[in-house]
């Protein structure tokens, strides 16, 4: 069963705006992830906060995670047509698990 | 430094054949993963290997069985394939169980 589910499934910016994508999960966790797909392509890791940690930024990205309501947020600032793709947050379970359970992704459209 | 390569690109076969898709990766990693991806549905994971001659069964490991003979190699066998097994395959590695994943770029296969 999907362990983090993005919202909303489909966000259409203008370029230049803010995007922000939200991901819930169900059990505690050691770390959360967010990958980029872009279309035909493998996902690419962009960032990975832990469970100790509330904000972390790289670049244009900045990550939050609320463990009291079990939630993190990725904002991208200054959106370009290039941010197009599909987002998608990944979770362990806390006990040290091997494995990533992925949501459904989150479709970004940025239009120039 | 190629990364993941997964090979075939593309594939497709007729119920009840068989077929191999092949991993490889050059970074050392201790940790491979295959997962499939379909519409609507995200990533599910199907069977995954934390080291050289072990593996696991994911979410979904009906219908395919793996191999780790080699510590670069990740091997996914389709014995009898079937339509519901139509789908994008992905396959990923990584030092540590939760540390970040690097994906292949994908096989795509059609069962008819």
């Known amino acids: 069963s999907q362990q983090g589910e993005e919202d909303p499934q489909a966000l259409s910016i203008q370029e230049g705006e803010n995007a922000t994508m939200n991901c819930s999960y169900k059990t505690s966790i050691n770390n959360l992830q967010w990958y980029r797909q872009n279309s035909g392509r493998g996902l690419v890791h962009l960032i990975l906060?832990?469970?100790?940690?509330r904000e972390k930024h790289s670049g244009r990205l900045r990550v939050t995670l609320d463990t009291s309501k079990k939630s993190s947020s990725l904002l991208i600032t200054a959106s370009r047509a290039a941010d197009t793709a599909s987002y998608f947050c990944a979770t362990d379970a806390q006990g040290g698990s091997e494995k990533l359970v992925f949501g459904k992704g989150t479709k970004l459209t940025v239009n120039p | 430094n190629a990364g993941v390569t997964q090979t075939p690109k593309f594939r497709v076969l007729k119920t009840g054949q068989s077929m191999t898709l092949l991993c490889a990766q050059d970074?050392?990693?201790?940790?491979m993963y295959w997962y499939r991806q379909d519409p609507g549905m995200g990533l599910r994971l199907i069977h995954y290997s934390v080291g050289e001659g072990t593996t696991a069964k994911g979410e979904v490991p009906d219908g395919y069985n793996v191999s780790r003979l080699k510590k670069q190699n990740f091997l996914l066998g389709l014995e009898s394939a079937a339509p519901s097994q139509t789908s994008v395959y992905f396959c990923?590695?990584?030092?540590?169980?939760?540390?970040?994943?690097?994906f292949g770029n994908g096989t795509r296969l059609t069962v008819t």
């Open positions: 906060i832990r469970s100790n940690e």
């Open positions: 970074m050392n990693h201790e940790y």
């Open positions: 990923a590695s990584s030092y540590f169980g939760n540390s970040p994943l690097h």
